[in-house]
């Protein structure tokens, strides 16, 4: 069989001093993050499609837009 995955928007990442500023595109979008790749994952609180992860939050940190 055959999977084909169609995105509905983008993420990118930009690295600053003190901590990460992520970005997505496409709407309606929902920025998600989990202490590891298999969750749990949690909704994060942010702006207009746009958080910014200080550094000191935790050590580990994954994020996701679920669409």
């Known amino acids: 069989f ?3 995955v169609q995105c509905q928007g983008s993420l990118s990442v930009q690295t600053g001093r003190d901590g990460l500023t992520i970005s997505w595109n496409g709407s309606p ?3 998600e993050s989990a202490p590891a790749i298999t969750g749990p994952w949690r909704n994060v609180t942010s ?3 746009t958080y910014f992860a200080p550094l000191s ?5 994954f994020f996701r837009v679920r669409y």
């Open 2 to 4: 055959f999977v084909t």
């Open 47 to 49: 702006g207009v499609n």
């Open 29 to 31: 979008g929902t920025l």
């Open 57 to 61: 939050t935790q050590s580990n940190a």
